[in-house]
């Protein structure tokens, strides 16, 4: 069986000095993290033709939105398509995002969708679901899949709802320290219940929120809470075939030093 690949997500501030930085650290695969807000500041062909040059594959583009705050005290009334206050223009703003990324060559859309309800009767869930329909359908016409990233919802709620949604181009890009950092679940439970719906995994480490913390504290791969060993081997046999991108959400020599010993710790395990 061919290894998993290692990748990384990088910003879309200076995309040539983020695709220097992967080819530094020998990768060749990786997420692009853009604001839909911003995307009328790019060539997205000249994207396309930059990781050509570089041989670097664009797995995913991360959808990110203004005005979402990541933790459990303003995240629910801010993230993603579950805000209210937000969904329409969201709405709107990620139909033209799929089209940017069609122009860009790349087949996966990966997004935090908000804190979804638990209950199915919930009002907010009730006409939730026929706008990440709506959304999908367009990645379907368009010839991509759509991947929720994980952690600020049950995984139970989350399976829930791609069920309710009811279309075949819908997977998971398994984030398993955000379980942690948000208190959702273990994410060795929530491989069981994903299973074949992860298409890609964040290699990224956490430590659980204290009583009085909105969010828990994202630390370097193997000093956190999240089995990797244990992860990678239950969702092998469930058939994940990768990538892992490594996830360092901090900048300058600390997070390159930290990513590459994030490389070496998970290599044993691929």
């Known amino acids: 069986m061919e290894k998993i690949k290692l990748g990384l997500i990088v910003g879309s501030k200076n995309i040539e000095e983020s695709f220097n930085k992967i080819k530094m650290l020998n990768l060749s695969i990786c997420q692009i993290g853009f604001l839909a807000e911003d995307i009328d500041n790019f060539d997205p062909f000249k994207i396309k033709k930059l990781a050509e040059n570089y041989n670097i594959e664009i797995f995913g583009v991360f959808m990110l939105f203004k005005g979402q705050i990541f933790n459990n005290k303003d995240g629910p009334e801010t993230m993603g398509f579950v805000a209210l206050k937000y969904r329409d223009e969201r709405l709107k703003l990620s139909l033209k995002f799929s089209d940017f990324v069609k122009e860009m060559g790349v087949k996966n859309i ?20 026929p706008v990440m329909r709506e959304v999908i359908k367009k990645c379907k016409e368009n010839e991509q899949n759509f991947l929720f990233e994980t952690g600020q919802e049950l995984p139970s709620t989350l399976k829930r709802t791609i069920i309710d949604i009811g279309m075949d181009n819908v997977g998971i890009n398994l984030d398993p320290a955000n379980l942690i950092l948000y208190g959702k679940a273990n ?21 659980w929120p204290n009583r009085d913390e909105y969010l828990g504290k994202e630390v370097p791969i193997g000093q956190g809470m999240v089995n990797f060993p244990l992860i990678l081997r239950r969702l092998k046999k469930k058939g994940f075939t990768g990538p892992i991108i490594i996830e360092r959400e901090i900048s300058g ?11 070496e710790y998970l290599k044993p395990y691929l």
Do not use: N, T, W
């Open 187 to 207: 994410p060795i439970d929530a491989v069981e219940i994903f299973g074949e719906y992860v298409k890609s995994m964040h290699g990224k480490d956490g430590l």
């Open 253 to 263: 020599e600390k997070q390159i030093e930290d990513i590459k010993r994030g490389i």
């Open 110 to 129: 990966i997004c935090h969708v908000g804190f979804i309800p638990d209950d199915e009767e919930d009002p907010i869930y009730k006409s939730f679901i």
